[in-house]
T-cell receptor
Framework: AQSVSQHNHHVILSEAASLELGCNYS??????LFWYVQYPGQHLQLLLK??????LVKGIKGFEAEFIKSKFSFNLRKPSVQWSDTAEYFC????????????FGAGTRLAVHP | EPEVTQTPSHQVTQMGQEVILRCVPI?????FYWYRQILGQKVEFLVS????????KSEIFDDQFSVERPDGSNFTLKIRSTKLEDSAMYFC????????????FGPGTRLTVL
């Protein structure tokens, strides 16, 4: 069965700390991968996506993620977080060739303290 | 920037009543989706809709649920006879002219079934 898992449910960091949020997926075929962010009181917004090509994907606001096929992983990174990065982060996967329904991970709540 | 809108933001209903949740996707988008998130759980795919018909649906999307695009702008989710377990946040999403396009999410409708 298709699944996406996120290891960290809550992460607390100080400003300027580095961030890495784990995401693993289990899919039968080739997969598209996404990271969405939900700031308090706001919509889910796309941070970045991987469909094919360079496995290191750069997104908005200084975020990046690396697709490692051998590890079934798509971890999100940011070298230096800011207080404004406080949000919930969702990893999601979609099958290539389908209508791209998204399978979401459980989400990681990030709190950044000044 | 165009965005997906949803109404109402919060709906309270009695068990057994019918509810209709409304979404206005981004105007030139062709693919439409409903997802839901029960409190404390993952965001779950319900249904995708393309070319005026359902393209994929999940096991959750049983006969109590239906979707419709009644005119050129709205996309609705109807729950015929609500149950307590239908209480959740319901998100509408739309994507462009290719199914690989990014899905843009609305702010959600919080449905509370009493």
């Amino acid at each position: 069965a298709q699944s996406v898992s996120q290891h960290n449910h809550h992460v607390i960091l100080s400003e300027a700390a580095s961030l890495e949020l784990g995401c693993n997926y289990s899919y039968g075929g080739t997969v598209n991968l996404f990271w969405y962010v939900q700031y308090p009181g706001q919509h889910l917004q796309l941070l970045l996506k991987y469909f094919s090509g360079d496995p290191l994907v750069k997104g908005i606001k200084g975020f990046e993620a690396e697709f490692i096929k051998s590890k079934f992983s798509f971890n999100l990174r940011k070298p230096s977080v800011q207080w404004s990065d406080t949000a919930e982060y969702f990893c999601a996967g979609g099958n290539k060739g389908g209508y791209n329904k998204l399978i979401f991970g459980a989400g990681t709540r990030l709190a950044v303290h000044p | 920037e165009p965005e997906v809108t949803q109404t109402p933001s919060h709906q309270v209903t009695q068990m057994g009543q019918e509810v209709i949740l409304r979404c206005v996707p981004i105007s030139n988008h062709l693919y439409f989706y409903w997802y839901r998130q029960i409190l404390g759980q993952k965001v779950e795919f319900l249904v995708s809709f393309y070319n005026n018909e359902i393209s994929e649906k999940s096991e959750i999307f049983d006969d109590q649920f239906s979707v419709e695009r009644p005119d050129g702008s709205n996309f609705t989710l109807k729950i015929r006879s609500t149950k307590l377990e239908d209480s959740a946040m319901y998100f509408c999403a739309s994507s462009g002219t290719d199914y690989t396009d990014t899905q843009y999410f609305g702010p959600g409708t919080r449905l509370t079934v009493l």
